[in-house]
């Protein structure tokens, strides 16, 4: 495995420590899987600096990394005007962490039939968190286990940093929250693979380990339409990946893995316009009827650009190696 340097101790990733992964990490991450280029900017917080930092264009390895490594930051690391005006603009509100973990934990009572499976809410008058459950999560529901949790499709709407799959920080305070009291859906989903599988540092328990955090992540959606957004839980998602393997392992993952993660990312975790089904300020247009002929009705596809398309995800089928289907999201919510 080849070396590399990783700052996980931080609430803002480094670009440049993220390309110099290599494997082409970096650039995966900024993939937009609908239209086959970059996710695009999708604001006009850039344009000062020049061409190629306006609205519809693409997000670059040169325009994140370099002189402009600092460019993408947290919305808790920015200015407190760039804050107010981002929230003025896009509607842009953080929720904090307790307030995601309680809401996640509505969701869990529904699918256990039962509260304070991962925690325990604390709401004083002053005071609000949560109280990490320490013991090993045994009882699930009749016919369902471990394994059905983790494959269990979850999904954050206009997910910003995405702070309800992948609690790194709490988006408010900026306080790095530790691996074992994390709240994210995608973190729940982690928790149990690390309870359910080998300690021992062999080879297979690590595989083992592996196909069952790649299905964490297949079962993992959220949208965002702000690209440096989107940017930013994309790289939460991969880091927390580092950060969890560290923590079972005790070492860093190897490169291939995070490459592998990475395209999973690069699917799941998707830049729309949440109204339309598209890509941001384009209008997405997909298939048109030619006017009946002879009593029948054709339809076909229609001649359109890359950013008219409507947004596509994967329904992934399997880990190893990594297969699914292409499918179109607005058509998924018909089934």
């Known amino acids: 495995m080849r070396n590399y340097d990783l700052n996980i101790n931080t609430i803002d990733i480094s670009e440049d420590d993220l390309l110099n992964l290599g494997d082409g990490i970096l650039e995966t991450l900024l993939k937009d899987r609908t239209t086959g280029g970059n996710i695009i900017l999708a ?3 850039y344009e000062s600096l020049g061409d190629g930092f306006s609205f519809d264009n693409e997000i670059t390895i040169e325009k994140i990394t370099g002189k402009y490594n600092q460019l993408i930051q947290p919305r808790i690391a920015k200015e407190k005007n760039d804050q107010r005006q981002r929230s ?6 953080f929720t904090p962490s307790w307030i995601c973990n309680a809401q996640n934990n ?3 009572n529904a699918w256990f039939g039962r509260e304070n499976v991962f925690n325990t809410e604390v709401n004083e008058s002053d005071t609000h968190g949560w109280i990490t ?8 529901p009749d016919g369902k286990d471990w394994r059905a949790y983790v494959k269990e499709p979850r999904m954050e709407i206009t997910c910003g940093e995405a702070p309800y799959l992948a609690s790194r920080y ?3 305070t900026g306080e790095l929250i530790p691996v074992n009291k994390r709240i994210g859906l995608l973190d729940r989903k982690l928790r149990l693979v690390h309870e359910n599988t080998p300690t021992e540092r062999k080879k297979r328990n690590i595989e083992l380990w592996r196909n069952w955090v790649l299905r964490a992540y297949q079962s993992t959606y959220g949208f965002e339409w702000q690209g440096d957004n989107l940017l930013l839980a994309r790289e939460a998602m991969l880091i927390t990946y580092v950060e969890y393997y560290n923590h079972k392992w005790n070492a860093m993952p190897d490169t ?5 993660i990475a395209e999973v990312i690069s699917w799941n975790i998707w830049q729309m316009d949440g109204l339309t089904y598209g890509i941001p300020g ?3 247009k997909e298939k048109m009827a030619i006017p009946e002929q002879q009593g029948v009705i054709f339809e076909e596809t229609v001649q359109i650009s890359p950013c008219e398309r409507l947004c596509r995800v994967m329904e992934w089928t399997s880990c190893e190696p990594l297969k699914g289907k292409e499918m179109i999201f607005k058509e998924l919510l018909k089934q």
């Open 133 to 140: 459950k320490t013991e090993p999560v045994t009882v699930f």
């Open 106 to 108: 509505l969701v869990d």
């Open 282 to 284: 384009s209008e997405p």
């Open 88 to 93: 003025r603009n896009m509607a842009e509100v």
């Open 170 to 172: 709490d988006t408010t």
């Open 43 to 45: 604001c006009n917080d």
């Open 256 to 260: 291939s893995a995070l490459k592998k």
